[in-house]
């Protein structure tokens, strides 16, 4: 069962790059929409930098208003504005690992 996050200290699993479907375009597309989707119920992080008013504005302006609706290629605008600085991560998303959404992972195959 799924509770609440953001009460214990995010968890960094390592990134899993030695597996092959890490250079697996499709599934890092099939996790980016995840995450996004996640992101869109959420928007806690509005404005913590251009990457989410960037993904929201696409979805918002999309035909179907939701994630299905965004261009992959349009994907590329999202993550070319991050700039990694990790404050989603570490200060924000009540739903990164141990949150079973497992939401910031590269690959989900740890859960
Ligand atoms: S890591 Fe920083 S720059 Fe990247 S999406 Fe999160 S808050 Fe934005
Ligand atoms: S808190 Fe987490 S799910 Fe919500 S917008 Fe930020 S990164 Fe996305």
């Keep these: ?26 599934k890092l597309f099939g996790e980016l929409e995840r995450v996004f ?9 509005f404005s913590l930098c251009n990457s989410f008013p960037t993904l929201f504005d696409l979805i918002d302006g999309s035909k179907s208003m939701e994630v299905d609706g965004v261009a992959r290629d349009d994907y590329w605008k999202v993550i070319d504005e991050c700039y990694l600085c990790d404050m989603c991560y570490m200060t ?10 497992n939401a910031g992972a590269r690959r989900r195959n740890d859960r």
């Excluded at 069962?1 to 375009?25: C, I, V, Y």
């Excluded at 989707?37 to 992080?45: E, M, Q, T, Y």
Aim: proline content about 13%; overall charge negative; some cysteine.
């Design 1 to 26: 069962m799924s509770r609440e996050g953001s009460l214990d200290a995010p968890t960094r699993h390592p990134l899993d790059w030695q597996n092959k479907d890490f250079h697996d375009e499709g």
């Design 37 to 45: 989707d996640i992101c869109h119920g959420c928007r806690r992080c």
């Design 92 to 101: 924000k998303c009540p739903y990164v690992p141990p949150h079973p959404w």
